[in-house]
């Protein structure tokens, strides 16, 4: 349940972002409003499998470059996974289209603030009970 409501959380931020970053797009795999939700579903999905695999190997392996520039390396981290979703949906076909790094870095930090707020929302529904 947890898990799938972060998607759901990740899914709806990237709609929003969809909106206010002009690089970044979203692709549906068919023109009717069920593949479009599942499209944005699927990606989400992507970016969260994404995110915890190459994000963790990423964060691990460049923590002296966290300590030395504080923090602000995360900016471009973000960007290049982001990038790399975009790059993995489109071997599918359909999914995410950035225009390119500054897109993808603009991107990433709509998509982390409005998902950082809309976890704010539904914060009582995604912990441990």
Request: proline share 2%.
């Amino acid at each position: 349940m947890r898990f799938l409501l972060k998607v759901i959380i990740n899914a709806l931020a990237l709609w929003l972002t969809t909106f206010i970053v002009s690089g970044v797009t979203v692709v549906p795999y068919a023109q009717d409003s069920t593949a479009t939700v599942l499209t944005y579903l699927l990606v989400a999905l992507i970016f969260g499998v994404v995110n915890a695999v190459v994000g963790t190997v990423v964060r691990v392996i460049a923590f002296p470059l966290y300590i030395l520039t504080l923090g602000l390396i995360s900016f471009v981290v973000n960007a290049l996974l982001l990038l790399l979703v975009s790059w993995i949906s489109s071997l599918m076909g359909f999914g995410l289209h950035v225009d390119g790094f500054w897109a993808g870095l603009w991107g990433a930090l709509v998509l982390g603030i409005i998902g950082w707020l809309i976890g704010l929302i539904f914060r009582p529904l995604t912990r441990d009970r």
